[in-house]
């Protein structure tokens, strides 16, 4: 594997914890008050948790929700099914899982479809409760 790199290469086996650690580094984090005052200055919070989740913790008002099989597809700026939120490459992005791991994932997958500001919540929307920020039923 080249250095720098943060993905596993061609046959190299990699468990999920270092994966997530190897993806991370490339990833400019952001605390669950800075996605809050990201939002206000016009960043898009995307929503990955499963349904089950959203129905019993609630939802960021504001935030899109995709689920997690969608994302790449719904948050494309040149695909055919985006959202209308997915206005440019440009577009910060902050995903948003349930406790902060398939975030990151997502995040950089969306970085290789060129979204070159995605991050992802630390801590996901269990971080963003715990710091009392608004939550709708």
């Not at 996605?35 to 499963?50: C, H, K, N, P, T």
């Not at 995040?107 to 290789?112: F, H, I, K, N």
């Amino acid at each position: 594997m080249a250095t720098g790199s943060t993905t596993a290469g061609a046959g190299e086996r990699v468990g999920i914890d270092e994966l997530l650690e190897r993806v991370r580094e490339g990833l400019d984090r952001v605390e669950a008050r800075e996605a809050f005052e990201a939002a206000g200055s016009g960043a898009l919070l995307v929503d990955i948790r499963y349904q089950a989740l959203r129905e019993r913790d609630g939802l960021i008002p504001g935030a899109l929700v995709v689920e997690r099989n969608e994302l790449e597809w719904r948050l494309d700026p040149q695909g055919s099914h985006r959202a209308a939120e997915a206005t440019s490459h440009d577009l910060r992005v902050v995903v948003i899982c349930n406790e902060g791991y398939a975030s990151s994932l997502a995040a950089v997958s969306l970085r290789q479809l060129g979204l070159h500001r995605a991050t992802d919540l630390v801590g996901g929307f269990q971080a963003w409760k715990a710091e009392g920020l608004p939550v709708t039923p």
